[in-house]
């Protein structure tokens, strides 16, 4: 088991930036993949983006060009960091860790990002 720990939501305008962190009790290079999921009333859970134990990162359509995950080995945590921020952004936004395979197994509690002028 991995406990997650989300930071960083909050309100922002559109057109804006956010980070969001995720630190883990468990060193981040050992487990598969890591990444965010977001769900918002009405649209269900939908995948954000995604990183691997050896780097490689991959996005949803929607945020490409707009959003980055990374790692932050000090910190012991996933990024995500977005930018050009619309509207249809909000959502609460859920860290998960893949440790058994490259399902995710483990979640952090949420945390709420609104995008509104």
């Known amino acids: 088991q991995v406990r997650l720990e989300e930071s960083g939501g909050g309100l922002v305008q559109p057109g804006g930036s956010l980070s969001l962190s995720c630190a883990a009790s468990?060193?981040?290079?050992?487990?598969?993949?890591m990444g965010w999921y977001r769900q918002s009333p009405g649209k269900g859970r939908e995948l954000v983006a995604s990183i691997l134990a050896n780097g490689s990162t991959a996005y949803a359509d929607a945020v490409k060009g707009r959003f980055t995950i990374s790692k932050n080995r000090a910190k012991n945590a996933v990024v995500l960091h977005m930018d050009a921020l619309k509207p249809e952004d909000t959502a609460v936004y859920l860290c998960y860790a893949a440790v058994r395979t490259y399902a995710p197994d483990n979640w952090g509690q949420g945390t709420q990002v609104t995008v509104s002028s």
């Open positions: 468990r060193n981040i290079l050992s487990i598969n993949k």
